[in-house]
Structures are given as C-alpha cells and as structure tokens.
C-alpha cells in the first residue's frame, strides 16, 4: 500500500511495532487476545511529512485495519497508526530523539527505554528512526550506567538486607512485603544493567531476566521471594536468599 499510494514518501517513512504492549516484547499468548491484539504496525514519518501526509496516511492505516483481525485496547487507547519519529521518541526520552544530558540518561526509568528500543523496525527509508533507536540502545554513557548499578544495589541493600528482617521484627508483615518487593526490583535493575539491558515494568520483569546471557538464574530465587510465606526467625530463609544475592 505504501509503495503504492505513498511511493514520493518511501525514503521517509519507517514501519515497524515498537513500544507498549507485550506483543512489541514477544510475549503475546491465549491471555493477549483480550487487546491490542493481531497483526499491526505504526508507521513513522519525520516531522515535515506528517505536516504534509499525516492526515491522508492514517486514513490509509485506518482501510488496511478495517480488513484485519487486530483488537484495540479496551480503554480505547491506541499506541498504533501513524506519528511522527519526534512524537514518538518525545513518550519515552522527553526529547524528539535520544537522550541528550547525562540526567536524560540517569532518570530517565529504565521501562521507558525498554519500550522504545523493544519489538522490531520492518522498514526504514533514511534511517532516522533506527539512528536514534541504536543510540538508546547502546548510547548510555559508561559512567550513567556505573551510577546507576550503584544507586540500585544501594536501595536493594536497604530494603532486603535491612528493612525486611527489621519489618518483621517490628510484626509489620505488610510493610516486610513491600521491602521484599523493592529489593527484588532494584536487584533486577542491577542484573540488567550488568547485562547492558533495560529491564520492562514488573510485569515482563522476570520473563525478561530468564533470557539474559548473564545472572539469568537470579530470576528463581527473587520469585520466591516474593511468592512464597516467611518462614524462621527474622525472615530465616529468606533473609539468606538475600544474602546469597
């Protein structure tokens, strides 16, 4: 269709499924057919085409989706279609590209990145998208990510190798959780930075470290710690679970 009607546009067009949503990480099973669900692309242009076709273009998107079996999200909401390269990066870096100051790249969250680098580009016409995706990708300045490490396994250490077992002491069960559940994000934050990765929100956590070349193996032990019940003297076990990590 874009080689078609758009045929003047092609060198400035890229088509790809990039950014929220499970099917852009490769994780859609029997549960995803609910939303967002089927085949489907977001096609992106630089600023100045989408001034000049961006109306007629989502039109065309709009026929191709009329004819396909793809859900839309039950709120309505749709990260699909068509938007320019600047609007799309803008959700995830706050800029119209990469990342461009040293506190763009240290608080930026890491899902944020995660997003805008998952899923896969089918087509780019001058690159631009890809340019600024690759530079996400393995753009972070050495000395972000080491502060970062550091800043994670700081707060893994005071809220497992502290909080949790004084939690307990305290008889405060609820508050013993919610330390267990800190350690175990801030932790994997450090496993995946090790890994020179970006880890997705809680939900695809664990599915995300179990394919990691490195540490990959820390995924059982920090499930369960957040999935099994205390046991011993001061979080007994667990608190050596933590320990070990």
Known sequence: M????????MPYIAVGL?????????????????????????IWVTDEVFDKIGFSLQRAYSRLKNGSSAKKS???????????????????TGRRGAPETINDWMYTPSSYFAEAVNGEVFYDGNGLFTSIRNTI???????????RIS?????????????FSRCLAHGEKGAAGIALSEFAQNAAEVIFLLNRRYMPYYKWMFRAMR????????AEPL????????VGEGGGVKAE????I
Not at 137 to 147: A, D, F, I, Q, S
Not at 151 to 163: D, K, P, T, V
Not at 223 to 230: A, I, Q, R, V
């Open 151 to 163: 800043r994670h396994a700081i707060f893994a250490g005071q809220s497992g190798q502290y909080n």
């Open 2 to 9: 874009l080689e078609r009607d758009f045929s003047d546009y």
């Open 211 to 218: 394919e990691l070349p490195l540490l990959s193996d820390m």
């Open 223 to 230: 499930e369960f710690l957040l999935s099994e019940p205390n």
């Open 18 to 42: 990039v950014g929220h949503g499970s099917e852009c990480f490769g994780y859609d099973d029997e549960i995803s057919v609910d939303h967002d669900y089927g085949e489907d692309c977001i």
């Open 137 to 147: 990708l393995t753009g972070m300045p050495e000395e972000v990510r080491l502060k």
């Open 241 to 244: 679970i933590i320990e070990d």
């Open 74 to 92: 039950a709120e309505g909401a749709s990260y699909r279609g068509v938007m320019s390269v600047g609007d799309f990066y803008m959700e995830y």
